[in-house]
T-cell receptor, first 114, second 114 residues
Framework: KAGVTQTPRYLIKTRGQQVTLSCSPISGHRSVSWYQQTPGQGLQFLFEYFSETQRNKGNFPGRFSGRQFSNSRSEMNVSTLELGDSALYLCASSLLSTEQETQYFGPGTRLLVL | AQSVTQLGSHVSVSEGALVLLRCNYS??????LFWYVQYPNQGLQLLLK??????LVKGINGFEAEFKKSETSFHLTKPSAHMSDTAEYFC????????????FGTGTRLLVSP
């Protein structure tokens, strides 16, 4: 069974631009969560989607948004990029959305904002 | 709100020595606890999880962790370290919201030297 895949793996953007990251969950998984990892703030929850609906959102500004498609693939968008958005963005999937389930993580997309 | 604290941002051991990585949690509800490992330039891989079944949890690669409610701890151990264990380790707790949202500790970098 294929794991969680994320594209692209690496990305360089400049301040003010926008970016879209993609995540394909494990086949059959309906829940997709996004996390941001930075040296200063560590791993932080961005949002979670289940069956095309955003279930909850972390403490990030509105420039961060996402969506989920009917095939459970998810995209995350960041508009008006800032230097501080440079990070590793991790996507994780699970079968349903119960809190005791295991989340399986993808390799991440490393975003560098110049 | 749920949280985890990892004591020691860096731990160094010799190959063959005992590995002990500390994690204390704070939770107002019975927690679900996880240990993940991250190798350089990779995503997170689940080592083990506690979901209120057995208090001693065995994971992959010879790791195990014991849930101690009285001490609010979930320390990760391995009897004999191997150089391939060099990585960053994260303790995480489900936020008790009924859906998938992990709250991570700040991580512990483990270095195993020959």
């Amino acid at each position: 069974k294929a794991g969680v895949t994320q594209t692209p793996r690496y990305l360089i953007k400049t301040r003010g631009q926008q970016v879209t990251l993609s995540c394909s969950p494990i086949s059959g998984h309906r829940s997709v969560s996004w996390y941001q990892q930075t040296p200063g703030q560590g791993l932080q929850f961005l949002f979670e989607y289940f069956s095309e609906t955003q279930r909850n959102k972390g403490n990030f500004p509105g420039r961060f948004s996402g969506r989920q498609f009917s095939n459970s693939r998810s995209e995350m968008n960041v508009s008006t990029l800032e230097l501080g958005d440079s990070a590793l963005y991790l996507c994780a999937s699970s079968l349903l959305s119960t809190e005791q389930e295991t989340q399986y993580f993808g390799p991440g997309t490393r975003l560098l904002v110049l | 709100a749920q949280s985890v604290t990892q004591l020691g941002s860096h731990v160094s051991v010799s190959e063959g020595a005992l590995v002990l990585l500390r994690c204390n949690y704070s939770s107002s509800v019975p927690p679900y606890l996880f240990w993940y490992v991250q190798y350089p330039n990779q995503g997170l891989q689940l080592l083990l999880k506690y979901t209120s079944a057995a208090t001693l949890v065995k994971g992959i690669n010879g790791f195990e962790a014991e849930f101690k409610k009285s001490e609010t701890s979930f320390h990760l151990t391995k009897p004999s370290a191997h150089m391939s264990d060099t990585a960053e380790y994260f303790c995480a707790v489900s936020a008790g919201t009924g859906f998938q949202k992990l709250v991570f500790g700040t991580g512990t970098r483990l270095l195993v030297s020959p």
